[in-house]
């Protein structure tokens, strides 16, 4: 699966909110799909420019000792 940058799904969502054409025309002149179009325009309009960086899918390594470390002192 291909990756985009922050910056140009911006780009491509705020053609798509000034009127510059529909999801349909804007993949075809940005080559990506369109359904990628609409779920960058949703998520942008529910969380703005956050909505459309990328999540962190793993944690850190000192987040994952903190939670450890935690589970120690209070255990359940």
Known sequence: MKE?????KLEVVQSFLAGEGGAKL???RWSVPEEKIRTWVSHYRLHDIDGLRPKRSAYSAQFKFQVLAHQVILPL
């Open 4 to 8: 985009y940058k922050t910056e140009f």
């Open 26 to 28: 804007l993949a075809r």
